[in-house]
């Protein structure tokens, strides 16, 4: 028998093994589609941009025009305008908002509940970065350096918790492969004495060895391409190749 129809018949019958070895089935494509399926449930269409996700509210002893429209555009928080400081602490116990910032002529009051540490340094740089907008308005600062924020994704767009999920999930799909598919294969062969017997006949090891690779590979690239197509069929995956 030639190398080429030798090769052909230990990869037909490599290939008719693993799509009748359940194990191997459930392992290569199943398992992965679970974790698909899973995270994309909790993460899918949540998209990482920079909208704020802290709300505080502003009182102005002596009201400006000018400086709340400095506040609200260059805050990075969602800015509340309070016309009388009860009603913004009542917002603030209420929990409608995160902190209250009193602004008089001389100092700036930050007004929140306490009792977490992690807030209390929040609060900290919140009232730094709200004294530097007020300075800068007040006082006609322009900026010297220009910053310009590039979007964290994927070439420089946006992108969701779940297209960064499926980089892994795919990964987990490549490492199914070859951990639950070779391993329990020649793991296999070996307990029931097959690799014994082929070491006996004319089949060359390097052939031998190259179809059950091509084959697991093969395996792996329709495991990879079912998560993809699961992905952007379900989910709306945004990854571009």
Do not use: C
């Not at 000018?66 to 209420?94: F, G, H, Q, R, T």
């Not at 509940?113 to 600062?141: A, C, L, P, R, Y």
């Not at 020649?186 to 070491?199: D, E, M, P």
């Amino acid at each position: 028998m030639s190398k080429s129809k030798q090769f052909k018949t230990i990869f037909k019958a490599f290939a008719i093994e693993s799509l009748r070895n359940k194990l191997e089935v459930f392992f290569t494509i199943f398992f992965p589609l679970i974790f698909l399926v899973i995270f994309g449930a909790l993460y899918g269409g949540n998209t990482f941009d920079d909208t704020p996700d802290m709300r505080i509210g502003v009182y102005l002893t002596e009201y400006s025009a000018e400086l709340e429209n400095a506040l609200k555009e260059n805050l990075p928080y969602y800015v509340n305008v309070y016309d009388d400081p009860d009603s913004m602490n009542i917002a603030v116990k209420d929990g409608d908002i995160t902190a209250g910032v009193v602004l008089s002529d001389k100092k700036i009051s930050i007004l929140y509940v306490e009792g977490d540490m992690q807030k209390n340094s929040e609060m900290s740089m919140m009232g730094n970065i709200v004294e530097n907008v007020v300075e800068k308005s007040v006082n006609n600062f322009t900026d010297v350096i220009e910053v310009t924020e590039i979007p964290e994704g994927i070439d420089g767009k946006a992108a969701s918790d779940f297209d960064y999920l499926l980089s892994g999930i795919i990964s987990l799909s490549m490492l199914s492969a070859g951990m639950f598919s070779v391993i329990n294969l020649f793991g296999r062969y070996k307990k029931t004495g097959v690799l014994s017997r082929i070491s006996v006949t004319p089949i060359n090891p390097s052939t031998f060895l190259l179809s059950s690779t091509l084959v697991r590979l093969l395996m792996s690239y329709i495991s990879v391409f079912i998560v993809i197509l699961v992905s952007f069929v379900m989910f709306n995956a945004q990854l571009e190749f």
